[in-house]
């Protein structure tokens, strides 16, 4: 079997996409627990370049499954939910569409199951 070549491109700088990357024009579709403060320098940076961004933001059910008792999984998820709002809010003023999925909503339950996430219980 013959191995096909791939481009990657790597950088120490997360928070720039490089230019070559995308072509003029993309419509880029970011998918993000938005737990990185990075994320948003780089989206900053991607508007600044007149790119369409569509914001996918998934909540972190990997992490708060750690948490045993059912009630600090609820408080993890309300105060997950109050700071991705504070850090939506300039996205949204912008006009940028933007998607928060919610574990409780039976209508993402298929977007959740496709990335493999754990259903919270």
């Not at 120490?12 to 996409?17: C, E, P, R, S």
């Not at 230019?19 to 991607?46: G, K, N, S």
């Not at 700071?83 to 574990?103: K, N, Q």
């Amino acid at each position: 079997m013959e191995a096909r070549p791939h481009f990657s491109y790597l950088t120490k700088d997360v928070t720039l996409i490089p230019p070559r990357v995308l072509p003029p024009q993309a419509l880029v579709l970011v998918v993000t627990a938005l737990l990185d403060p990075r994320i948003e320098t780089a989206l900053h940076d991607l508007l600044s370049r007149a790119f369409q961004l569509v914001l996918v933001v998934v909540p972190p059910l990997h992490a708060l499954q750690a948490l045993r008792r059912p009630q600090h999984r609820e408080a993890a998820i309300r105060l997950w939910r109050l700071e991705t709002e504070l850090h939506l809010h300039p996205f949204r003023r912008l006009g940028i569409p933007v998607l928060l999925l919610d574990p409780q909503a039976p209508e993402h339950l298929p977007f959740l199951l496709w990335r493999g996430a754990p259903w919270p219980r």
